[in-house]
């Protein structure tokens, strides 16, 4: 098969693909689905909280440390959920990512706002992130199985999540200490 062939099948399996996502969002998914309204939640409660609570004085170094785990957390996902690893069956609409609830509001906030809890009160975010992503793979990710909102196949488990979790907050962590570090230096 040809370069051009390759892509054109390639293009007629994505529209067919969308078209079925679109489908199923439809009838399982959307607006009338009580799934939907808890996806809604996680989206929209996250940002409300964070709006509410963030140190203002910190805004940037804490609002980047949030935006380095959602970018983590959506590129694991992508993989994930491409592979069949870990799927979310319940989204806001099929031409977002199936987690983004979760990428892009609930992980972010949650570990932002343990970073700043640490950070502002000179306790251990490595200790403190092990217990947040124990709460997030062991409750949420087992809830969002319970209720039939994700599925976990080819033998992801929760404890791979949790790993995954501390893997991406950690690297967040020191990515945000070394922007820190080299923006003190400039300013010396």
Known sequence: MSYSEYWERIYLQSEKMNSLISSYWREYSGFGAWQYWVVFALMVLPLVIV??????????????????VHILWTYADSFLERYSYFVHTHFLLPMFPYALNMTASALPVGFLLIY?????HSKSFLLYTILGSAIFAFGFATIEEWAGM?????????????LIDIAIAYAAYFLTMFVKRMNENIKR
């Open 51 to 68: 709006y509410l609570s963030v140190d203002r004085t910190r805004i940037f170094e804490i609002f980047f440390f949030g935006y380095t």
């Open 116 to 120: 700043q809890f640490c950070t502002n």
């Open 150 to 162: 994700a599925h976990f196949n080819k033998g992801m488990n929760q404890f791979y999540i949790f």
